[in-house]
């Protein structure tokens, strides 16, 4: 093998027509010199898409690069050229060596010959149960993403001349050679490839069977840890609203009031009642403190199933901190302290620099943004109002409706933007993990999402006070907003796949191979988890925060939730690109935003329960002045918020046979590097 550096000569003997192959044929697959990663078959695992003007000279150049060794700066991959050199593909696999080098780089936990999970060592790996058998021992998904992790990390050894590029594009020392590719126009996609088998079997399983359960652990196998967190904490979160969907119907049924509410809620006119709308003292009050405890319990019940999925997983030991960095981070070039190894470095002052003087101020000038926008909709609302009052025609009747379509749009507009506004200050920032830039983006967005769907609920309960309108908006936004997010989500890709992409990809089962993986490659790439959790998120603002003024919040998500589950897994499975999924051991930041929604929910409810017409009744009758009064809601305030904390102090986060499984964990990692170190 040559190093990164090579001249561009030299040839890539023509494919087979049989993709699986031996390694060591040298018919197609590059070779492997490892006697232990000679194998009689080669699974395509990644799927590299070219520029169409990529040069021949350039893709030999590329497929040497990611078959060298990586001591001489290549990748140490299986690449296959496709048809020819001149194609504007290439299919990539993994040996095995590069395979468990990657387990042990990225922390991963695996099956030890005892029957218990151990930190992966290569140095130990005869040791580890199925490590001479690759599918067995990595899941799909994982085998992918070490593909992209090898590839990700790709870097110069020298000042190098790419074949068939302009001087313009020369790689530097150091410089990240995937990274340099893209912008040159040379790598215009990469994918992990469908196993059709193995996505028709975990179909049947998922979103065509009858049962409720998900296969999690197929699900994690084929789509990784990210996309199974996900499935896990929408299957978790759903079942627990059962208890909340249950009191909500009860005092729906039993209590007049809410009987009342709910019909003012559904034909939006007032209904003749002796009493006054709003909060009453028995279901309401009962909801409201019911919410504020529930919210609690599910998400450190959640934190006990997840360290457990963690576990099982084999991910509750990640070391990403001591990883390459991540492809679009960039600095000065020196030695890391932790690691030893030459990468570029960036002082972290400058890092929180640039978020204190830029990331700060843009992401509040969108948030005034937000409020002016909410301003303009109830001052547009104002004026229609007096103009129907004035005009009295079907017009000014029409007209009614503008303010809110408006204001949708509006919303709508400055949420694309802040998007791409949000990812540039992130890519600023120039953090060093994957991890760390996720987090911040996520934060960026989750703090927007914050204001631009609770900013007006807030503003009609605490400074409008009204609470009938409050009930009406929550009711119509469960409808509405459900509604909306399965039509976009689901309905409408499924009629793009259908009736535009699907007819273009139509194979047949004698096609060349590679057309079946430029097949995957026509659909639309996976938008990611973004919008799924914020949706989720969104839903447990609205139940946990507001549903004390509306008892049915949490029967409409539950519906919702029940075909959420199912319409979620056929759109991975069917309608997007497979994506490339890094193993993750939690939820990461967005399981901190519903803890922090968890505790907002004390506030909220408890100042809502003051703009009950009972509560503020007893008050006048008893003689309390309003500072009474405040008084008192804050003390409620506090001790409901300490009742949350005992709550989360009393339910463990890891369930006491998980904490002793990674303490052992921990206890043969640090005798296993004592022993090397004796051995040294």
Same mark, same amino acid.
């Given at each position: 093998?040559?190093?990164?550096?090579?001249? &561009? @000569?030299?040839?890539?003997?023509?494919? $087979?027509?049989?993709?699986?192959?031996? +390694? /060591?044929?040298? #018919? =197609?697959?590059? !070779?492997?010199?490892?006697?232990?990663?000679?194998?009689?078959?080669?699974?395509?695992?990644?799927?590299?898409?070219?520029?169409?003007?990529?040069?021949?000279?350039?893709?030999?150049?590329?497929?040497?690069?990611?078959?060298?060794?990586?001591?001489?700066?290549?990748?140490?991959?299986?690449?296959?050229?496709?048809?020819?050199?001149? &194609? @504007?593909?290439?299919?990539?696999?993994? $040996?095995?060596?590069?395979?468990?080098? +990657? /387990?042990?780089? #990225? =922390?991963?936990? !695996?099956?030890?010959?005892?029957?218990?999970?151990?930190?992966?060592?290569?140095?130990?790996?005869?040791?580890?149960?199925?490590?001479?058998?690759?599918?067995?021992?990595?899941?799909?998904?994982?085998?992918?993403?070490?593909?992209?992790?090898?590839?990700?990390?790709?870097?110069?050894?020298?000042?190098?001349?790419?074949?068939?590029?302009? @001087?313009?594009?020369?790689?530097?020392?150091?410089?990240?050679?995937?990274?340099?590719?893209?912008?040159?126009?040379?790598?215009?996609?990469?994918?992990?490839?469908?196993?059709?088998?193995?996505?028709?079997?975990?179909?049947?399983?998922?979103?065509?069977?009858?049962?409720?359960?998900?296969?999690?652990?197929?699900?994690?196998?084929?789509?990784?840890?990210?996309?199974?967190?996900?499935?896990?904490?929408?299957?978790?979160?759903?079942?627990?609203?059962?208890?909340?969907?249950?009191?909500?119907?009860?005092?729906?049924?039993?209590?007049?009031?809410?009987?009342?509410?709910?019909?003012?809620?559904?034909?939006?006119?007032?209904?003749?009642?002796?009493?006054?709308?709003?909060?009453?003292?028995?279901?309401?009050?009962?909801?409201?403190?019911?919410?504020?405890?529930?919210?609690?319990?599910?998400?450190?019940?959640?934190?006990?199933?997840?360290?457990?999925?963690?576990?099982?997983?084999?991910?509750?030991?990640?070391?990403?901190?001591?990883?390459?960095?991540?492809?679009?981070?960039?600095?000065?070039?020196?030695?890391?302290?932790?690691?030893?190894?030459?990468?570029?470095?960036?002082?972290?002052?400058?890092?929180?620099?640039?978020?204190?003087?830029?990331?700060?101020?843009?992401?509040?000038?969108?948030?005034?943004?937000?409020?002016?926008?909410?301003?303009?909709?109830?001052?547009?609302?104002?004026?229609?109002?007096?103009?129907?009052?004035?005009?009295?025609?079907?017009?000014?009747?029409?007209?009614?409706?503008?303010?809110?379509?408006?204001?949708?749009?509006?919303?709508?507009?400055?949420?694309?933007?802040?998007?791409?506004?949000?990812?540039?200050?992130?890519?600023?920032?120039?953090?060093?993990?994957?991890?760390?830039?996720?987090?911040?983006?996520?934060?960026?967005?989750?703090?927007?999402?914050?204001?631009?769907?609770?900013?007006?609920?807030?503003?009609?309960?605490?400074?409008?006070?009204?609470?009938?309108?409050?009930?009406?908006?929550?009711?119509?936004?469960?409808?509405?907003?459900?509604?909306?997010?399965?039509?976009?989500?689901?309905?409408?890709?499924?009629?793009?796949?259908?009736?535009?992409?699907?007819?273009?990809?139509?194979?047949?089962?004698?096609?060349?191979?590679?057309?079946?993986?430029?097949?995957?490659?026509?659909?639309?790439?996976?938008?990611?988890?973004?919008?799924?959790?914020?949706?989720?998120?969104?839903?447990?603002?609205?139940?946990?925060?507001?549903?004390?003024?509306?008892?049915?919040?949490?029967?409409?998500?539950?519906?919702?939730?029940?075909?959420?589950?199912?319409?979620?897994?056929?759109?991975?499975?069917?309608?997007?690109?497979?994506?490339?999924?890094?193993?993750?051991?939690?939820?990461?930041?967005?399981?901190?935003?519903?803890?922090?929604?968890?505790?907002?929910?004390?506030?909220?409810?408890?100042?809502?329960?003051?703009?009950?017409?009972?509560?503020?009744?007893?008050?006048?009758?008893?003689?309390?002045?309003?500072?009474?009064?405040?008084?008192?809601?804050?003390?409620?305030?506090?001790?409901?918020?300490?009742?949350?904390?005992?709550?989360?102090?009393?339910?463990?986060?890891?369930?006491?046979?998980?904490?002793?499984?990674?303490?052992?964990?921990?206890?043969?990692?640090?005798?296993?590097?004592?022993?090397?170190?004796?051995?040294?």
């Amino acid at each position: 093998m040559r190093k990164a550096g090579g001249d &561009g @000569d030299g040839e890539t003997a023509e494919p $087979p027509n049989d993709w699986t192959a031996s +390694a /060591t044929a040298g #018919l =197609g697959w590059t !070779k492997v010199s490892c006697p232990c990663c000679k194998s009689e078959l080669v699974e395509p695992l990644v799927l590299v898409i070219l520029g169409k003007k990529v040069r021949p000279e350039t893709k030999r150049w590329l497929l040497r690069v990611i078959g060298a060794p990586q001591g001489e700066g290549g990748a140490a991959l299986l690449a296959h050229p496709g048809e020819d050199a001149s &194609g @504007d593909i290439i299919v990539l696999s993994a $040996p095995r060596c590069t395979l468990l080098k +990657a /387990t042990e780089e #990225l =922390g991963l936990c !695996k099956m030890y010959r005892n029957g218990e999970m151990e930190a992966f060592s290569y140095n130990d790996r005869d040791n580890f149960k199925d490590s001479d058998n690759m599918e067995a021992f990595l899941t799909l998904a994982e085998r992918q993403y070490v593909v992209k992790y090898e590839l990700d990390g790709l870097r110069a050894q020298k000042d190098l001349r790419i074949p068939g590029l302009p @001087d313009g594009y020369t790689l530097h020392h150091r410089d990240n050679i995937w990274r340099k590719l893209g912008s040159a126009g040379v790598i215009v996609g990469m994918l992990p490839l469908h196993n059709p088998d193995k996505l028709k079997d975990l179909g049947k399983a998922w979103y065509s069977a009858n049962q409720l359960a998900q296969p999690l652990d197929s699900v994690n196998g084929y789509f990784g840890n990210s996309v199974a967190f996900y499935f896990s904490f929408l299957d978790f979160y759903t079942w627990s609203l059962l208890p909340p969907a249950v009191l909500g119907v009860c005092i729906t049924y039993f209590s007049g009031e809410a009987q009342k509410e709910t019909e003012e809620s559904v034909s939006g006119s007032a209904v003749a009642s002796d009493d006054d709308s709003g909060p009453g003292v028995g279901g309401h009050m009962i909801q409201a403190v019911f919410n504020m405890l529930w919210s609690t319990v599910v998400m450190e019940l959640w934190k006990r199933r997840s360290s457990a999925l963690s576990y099982r997983w084999g991910t509750m030991s990640l070391a990403e901190r001591f990883a390459e960095p991540r492809p679009g981070f960039h600095g000065d070039l020196g030695v890391n302290p932790v690691t030893g190894r030459v990468e570029p470095l960036f002082p972290g002052w400058q890092r929180d620099l640039r978020m204190a003087m830029v990331s700060v101020p843009v992401v509040g000038l969108f948030l005034v943004l937000v409020v002016l926008g909410m301003l303009c909709f109830y001052w547009g609302e104002a004026q229609v109002q007096q103009l129907h009052r004035d005009w009295g025609s079907l017009l000014s009747q029409t007209l009614l409706y503008a303010p809110s379509v408006l204001h949708i749009v509006y919303t709508n507009m400055l949420a694309t933007v802040y998007k791409t506004a949000a990812m540039s200050l992130t890519e600023y920032e120039n953090h060093r993990e994957e991890s760390a830039f996720e987090n911040h983006l996520t934060a960026k967005v989750l703090v927007f999402t914050f204001f631009n769907c609770f900013a007006v609920l807030f503003h009609i309960a605490f400074f409008k006070q009204d609470v009938a309108l409050l009930r009406k908006r929550l009711a119509s936004l469960l409808v509405v907003t459900q509604l909306l997010n399965q039509v976009t989500e689901v309905v409408i890709p499924f009629l793009v796949d259908r009736f535009i992409s699907a007819p273009n990809r139509r194979e047949t089962k004698d096609d060349p191979q590679e057309d079946k993986f430029r097949n995957q490659s026509t659909l639309p790439a996976f938008p990611g988890l973004f919008a799924e959790y914020i949706e989720l998120l969104v839903q447990f603002g609205y139940l946990s925060l507001f549903s004390c003024v509306f008892p049915l919040t949490a029967v409409l998500l539950l519906l919702n939730n029940i075909t959420e589950i199912r319409t979620d897994a056929y759109k991975i499975c069917k309608l997007f690109q497979k994506p490339f999924s890094p193993p993750a051991a939690n939820m990461h930041v967005w399981q901190i935003a519903f803890e922090v929604l968890s505790f907002v929910s004390v506030v909220s409810n408890c100042w809502l329960l003051l703009l009950s017409p009972w509560l503020q009744n007893l008050c006048r009758e008893g003689g309390w002045s309003s500072t009474n009064v405040l008084l008192v809601a804050v003390l409620v305030e506090h001790v409901l918020i300490l009742v949350k904390v005992v709550l989360s102090v009393l339910i463990p986060d890891k369930p006491d046979w998980v904490q002793k499984k990674m303490e052992h964990i921990e206890f043969t990692s640090m005798q296993a590097l004592r022993e090397q170190k004796l051995h040294c």
